[in-house]
């Protein structure tokens, strides 16, 4: 049975059972011919159907074991009075053929309802498609910019490698594999990247190395381990990290980037955990060392050329005197062991403890007011090292300390191994 309930305003549905084998068309000749003359010409069913006002009748019907039983179906487009008394009428069917038969209404249904639910699920996905179609052009839109933006960004080192264009300029850089991952940093407001661009470093980013903190970020597959290993034999890493396993830096999200670096590890650690050795290793230290020198030399030499001996002799740095570790420092570690709490040391005496989850906003806010030592229940990282000024602080105690691109100058740290 097919109804199309878009085609009219109301469906009519009866129950017919007939004492009997009866067919489709037998029930069909006993509707027209029964209620033929029933209600009048102006009901009259055929020409109810010529003028569109009566659809064709439906029926399925079923027999089994000498009897039949089915469904009637026909749609109307009459008012409601009219199609009430043609069902009415329908009901006065009382044979189909030779068989008895019995014909019940069983529903009126105001098929509008219907087609309120199509229009309204036709325009539910005509919404999302436009909704979907604008997002799509906007953010389409906004990427195109952002490419244009990158690709105006992205310089030549040297004329040679892709990479940002705080490179010439910034103290630290990341060396990454390619183009790709350059962009993508870029894009994430990282612009001091610069690509090797395949296994074979190029000299360039060796001379790079000797000169500033280098940060090598490479994907979590083979093919970065092997960069790294090229990197640490010819170059001077300082720091190393990868993106997630088989992840490309290219293909990383802002939040996957940040964590990747913040996550890093010292170049002498990442080789002891992976136990590989870097040639020349006993001289590793002295290496760290000479860049910071060569960093400094050009400006420092000029201005002891010009300067007479006296003024030499005045401007000799004198060394800062270094803190020296206090017995309270094991007690106060002691007593935190566990707790994840930090203290703020007046002398020897405790001025505040707060949790290390807050500690940022403590110091961010407290003024040099004679707090002079930090003493926490966690490991000194880069981020601390920057706080700590702020609120006088020249002491760091703490049970580890974490990698970190420099000493730090003006403040003295003790982890507990350096205590005991």
């Known amino acids: 049975m097919n109804i199309d309930p878009t085609s009219s305003k109301y469906l009519i549905r009866a129950s017919i059972r007939a004492n009997g084998v009866v067919n489709k068309s037998d029930v069909v000749g006993a509707v027209f011919g029964q209620t033929e003359g029933l209600l009048g010409d102006e009901l009259d069913l055929r020409d109810l159907q010529k003028s569109g006002r009566m659809g064709r009748v439906e029926v399925e019907i079923k027999s089994d074991k000498g009897k039949s039983v089915g469904e009637i179906v026909i749609s109307s487009s009459m008012d409601q009075v009219e199609t009430s008394v043609f069902a009415a009428a329908l009901e006065t069917v009382e044979r189909v053929g030779p068989c008895k038969a019995t014909v019940k209404i069983t529903t009126l249904e105001d098929s509008r309802s219907s087609k309120r639910e199509i229009i309204i699920d036709r325009a539910r996905t005509l919404l999302i498609n436009l909704i979907k179609d604008s997002r799509g052009a906007g953010s389409t839109i906004t990427d195109t910019v952002r490419q244009v933006l990158q690709t105006e960004e992205i310089v030549r080192f040297k004329g040679k490698l892709p990479a940002g264009p705080n490179v010439n ?158 017995p309270v420092f094991v ?77 730090p100058v003006g403040i003295t740290m003790f982890t507990r191994e350096d205590l005991t």
């Open 169 to 326: 300029t910034s103290d630290a850089v990341i060396v990454v594999e390619g183009r790709g991952d350059v962009l993508n940093l870029l894009r994430h407001g990282i612009k001091n990247a610069v690509a090797v661009e395949g296994t074979n470093i190029p000299k360039e980013v060796v001379a790079l190395s000797k000169e500033r903190t280098v940060t090598a970020f490479v994907d979590g597959d083979r093919g970065g381990e092997m960069i790294i290993q090229e990197l640490l034999q010819v170059a001077e890493v300082d720091f190393i990290c990868r993106a997630p396993d088989n992840t490309e830096v290219e293909h990383l999200t802002h939040k996957q980037i940040m964590k990747s670096l913040r996550d890093k590890s010292s170049a002498e650690l990442f080789m002891e955990q992976n136990k590989w050795s870097r040639p020349g290793s006993s001289g590793t230290k002295a290496k760290s060392s000479d860049k910071k020198t060569r960093r400094g030399t050009k400006s420092k030499s000029s201005k002891e050329e010009k300067a007479t001996p006296k003024e030499k002799e005045v401007t000799k740095e004198v060394p800062a005197e270094a803190a020296v570790a206090s």
């Open 331 to 407: 007690k106060q570690l002691d007593q935190l062991q566990g707790t994840k709490n930090a203290r703020l040391l007046m002398g020897d005496e405790v001025a505040d403890e707060v949790s290390i989850s807050g500690l940022q906003e403590v110091l961010e806010t407290r003024k040099d007011n004679g707090v002079n030592t930090l003493v926490m229940d966690g490991i000194i990282t880069q981020r601390l090292i920057e706080l700590v000024p702020k609120a006088g602080i020249k002491i760091i105690v703490a049970e580890k300390k974490g990698p970190l691109p420099r000493d």
